[in-house]
Nanobody
């Protein structure tokens, strides 16, 4: 099972990016999926989660700016990031909990840099 994250890059403050994370090689779908981020020298923090039924939850620093969504048919989770700030700079990782096995899988990370 692999989770492939993409969509990171360099963006100016106030700009937007959309991250994608597609799962492949899994016999089963995924229950909860999530995005985490890790800034240089800091721990990995939860950004947002989404259940299979699309119930969402956000960390306080991103509420009102980020939107998590998913396409169950494609086993893909997205993170729409608006009004980006320099403090959003981090490597963003996706995570998915597989149905039936409840095993968790991580994507490889995609770097988001917010700078002028």
């Amino acid at each position: 099972v692999q989770l492939q994250a993409s969509g990171g890059g360099l963006v100016q403050p106030g700009g937007s990016l959309t991250l994608s994370c597609a799962a492949s090689g899994s016999r089963f779908g995924f229950n909860e999926m999530a995005w985490y981020r890790q800034a240089p020298g800091k721990q990995r923090d939860l950004v947002a989660t989404i259940t299979r039924g699309s119930r969402t939850n956000y960390a306080d620093p991103v509420k009102g700016r980020f939107t998590i969504s998913r396409d169950n048919a494609k086993s893909t989770v997205y993170l729409q990031m608006n009004n980006l700030k320099p403090e959003d700079t981090a490597v963003y990782y996706c995570n998915g909990v597989q149905q039936v096995t409840n095993r968790g899988y991580w994507g490889q990370g995609t770097l988001v840099t917010v700078s002028s």
